[in-house]
């Protein structure tokens, strides 16, 4: 079996890990961006909550309706510092599953380039011995002639 034909079945697993690989990026990505919107959301949110406590409170509230708000809008700081810690993990997890992908690739890559010079060189043994075959064809031929 040729050089070629043995790393063949090699560079197919190489492709496959950095495919999964680049599957697995995408997943990473997918979830990072989806943690960011979900914060967006809690910014967004907690920002109306304070503007409707300033709106209320030119108009007046009483102690217990600010202590409410206050119990609220801590509670919502907590999630946004909890979302923006699950965001900031997400995104450690996103960058390297990014390097193991591109190892993955430049790997492959690699033994792409390895089976390429391997089926070059085949190419060029086989090139060889048809070569040398149609040599020992004509000489056979010409010594038959001269006989």
Known sequence: MSSYKRMQPVAEAAQQQADAAAK???ECNRIVMAMRL???????YRDDYAN????????????SQMKDYSVFLE???KAIGQQQENLDNAGARFAASKRVWIEKQ??????D???????????????RREQQ?????ARRL?????S
């Open 133 to 137: 075959e149609g040599d020992e064809h």
């Open 52 to 63: 409707g406590l300033r709106q209320k409170g030119h108009k007046g509230v009483n102690a």
């Open 142 to 146: 010409t010594c038959r002639q001269e």
């Open 75 to 77: 509670r919502l700081n």
């Open 113 to 127: 380039s390895v089976v390429s010079r391997y089926q070059q060189a085949d190419r060029r043994e086989q090139s």
């Open 24 to 26: 697995s990026v995408a």
């Open 38 to 44: 979900q914060l967006d959301e809690l910014l967004g």
């Open 106 to 111: 430049q790997r492959a890559k690699a033994i």
